[in-house]
């Protein structure tokens, strides 16, 4: 009796769906599992990114004001990215802490609106590794100076890409020159002119903050009021809420800002989650 030679076909096929079902179905399983992990995750970082000549050190005093009064203690993570985007990881996540500080700077923290595409590309690389280390599904975001622009880029051009799974909560920028050191809000920079014209992409649920320094009437010591204040055309009408605030007294100038009382207040108003207890100093802190 002769065999069919189209059964010797259905079986070869039967055996090489069969090999392509297998990884498919071990993928999926290791997808699903990462999805669950990210749901269930309770850890709300706040991401910080400093500005231009600055490097991961720059918030050391702003954190340790914040932990001065507070009921746990934020842990921080600090991520150094070279310039071949690899990443020096220092410090960890407290068992308890569900809110840590992590810090991202850069190998090339210099200025102008090339680096600062450079470095959102970094940032994103930064971000990638973070999600896979610690599965969190939403953050909060912080930048001073450049760090405010390096994530408005961020935000426009690579947050699409995990929007589904991870929701950026709020963000807050400080000092950020969003017309650079330009006066005049009719000299549109480039790099103002780019982000209006993607603004459409930054996620309506969005909330943001923009704080200025007013060392004087006009700017805070280097960054234009109005450049400051050209955020307001990029954010307002296009995420849920955009809130401008000017702090004053002392540190307000630009370099100080990280240090000054309204900022540290500020963030531990609109960024951190409240506590339903009265905040109580730390043991061995010099609360003056």
Do not use: C
């Amino acid at each position: 009796m002769r065999k069919n030679p189209n059964y010797k076909w259905l079986i070869l096929v039967i055996i090489i769906l069969i090999m392509l079902a297998v990884p498919s179905f071990f993928w999926m399983k290791k997808d699903n599992k990462s999805r669950a992990e990210l749901s269930k995750s309770l850890l709300s970082p706040v991401i910080m990114v400093p500005g231009s000549s600055a490097t991961t050190e720059r918030f050391n005093d702003l954190i340790d004001e914040l932990n001065k009064t507070t009921l746990n203690r934020h842990s921080v993570i600090k991520i150094k990215v070279s310039r071949e985007a690899k990443l020096t990881y220092s410090g960890s996540i407290g068992k308890n802490d569900l809110e840590p500080f992590i810090i991202i700077g850069f190998d090339n923290n210099k200025d102008g609106y090339t680096n600062i595409k450079k470095q959102a590309k970094w940032l994103n690389v930064a971000f990638e590794s973070l999600i896979q280390n610690y599965k969190f599904n939403n953050f909060k975001a912080f930048g001073h100076s450049n760090g405010g622009l390096i994530w408005t880029y961020w935000l426009e051009h690579y947050y699409s890409e995990y929007s589904d799974n991870i929701k950026i909560k709020k963000l807050m920028t400080l000092g950020t020159p969003y017309n650079f050191t330009e006066s005049n809000i009719n000299n549109r920079t480039q790099m103002l002119a780019d982000f209006i014209k993607n603004r459409a992409t930054l996620p309506q649920y969005l909330k943001v903050y923009s704080l200025s320094g007013g060392k004087n009437y006009e700017s805070d010591g280097i960054v234009p009021e109005t450049s400051v204040a050209a955020g307001k055309f990029i954010f307002q009408n296009q995420v849920k809420n955009y809130t401008a605030m000017t702090v004053t007294g002392e540190k307000a100038d630009h370099s100080d800002l990280p240090q000054n009382k309204q900022v540290i207040q500020a963030i531990r108003q609109y960024l951190l989650k409240k506590t339903n207890k009265p905040l109580k100093p730390i043991k061995g802190k010099d609360n003056r």
